[in-house]
């Protein structure tokens, strides 16, 4: 245990009644309309994983989705499959960065329709949170850099890109006692 030595002690109990499961319940009347979705160990794994790979089922965000203003009207969804070297020559994008286009692609059907069914039954917008906290760090992913998500591809690009996604998921626990035992 670090930190400051008068603080009082915190135990694995303490840190888990603070989890939004355990609150929401008892403040749903003055807390925003909020949906849990339970994640697999595997999916929770798989976020803690390097590199950007969507799983089957999850499209790779549009542009226009995001648009705080009224829009061109244009078709151009904001996204190219190509890009210019550094001599000035298109060369071809590895398929599969955005889209989940890999081999190794992860599957993760149960997640993906639960988190999909959450968007739209919240309005076709929600904020992403795990149990603690809000990945307000990773708003840069996003398109128009705010955490607004339309799509499970939204919540899973926010939620790769956190660092408060990661303390999360493997140091939500770092503060309690060291005789207690963390899940």
């Not at 993906?112 to 990945?135: D, F, H």
Request: hydrophobic residues 35%; negative net charge; contains cysteine.
């Amino acid at each position: 245990r670090t930190g400051d030595p008068t603080a009082p002690r915190v135990s694995v109990e303490d840190v888990l009644a603070c989890q939004i499961g355990e609150w929401y319940p008892l403040l749903k009347k003055v807390s925003p309309p909020t949906r849990l979705v339970v994640l697999s160990r595997p999916f929770c794994d798989y976020l803690l994983e390097d590199g950007i790979i969507l799983p089957p089922g999850c499209q790779a965000p549009r542009a226009q989705n995001y648009s705080t203003e009224g829009g061109d009207g244009g078709e151009s969804d904001g996204w190219s499959s190509y890009s210019e070297d550094e001599t000035g020559e298109e060369e071809e994008e590895a398929e599969g960065v955005l889209d989940g286009a890999d081999s190794a692609q992860p599957a993760f059907e149960e997640e993906i329709e639960a988190i999909e069914a959450a968007i739209a039954t919240l309005g076709g917008q929600v904020l992403p949170k795990l149990n603690w906290s809000t990945p307000r760090d990773a708003k840069w992913i996003n398109a128009g850099e705010n955490l607004m998500c339309v799509s499970c591809s939204d919540v899973i690009l926010i939620l790769k890109s956190s660092d408060f996604a990661v303390h999360d998921l493997c140091h939500a626990f770092d503060c309690c006692d060291e005789e207690d035992d963390a899940p």
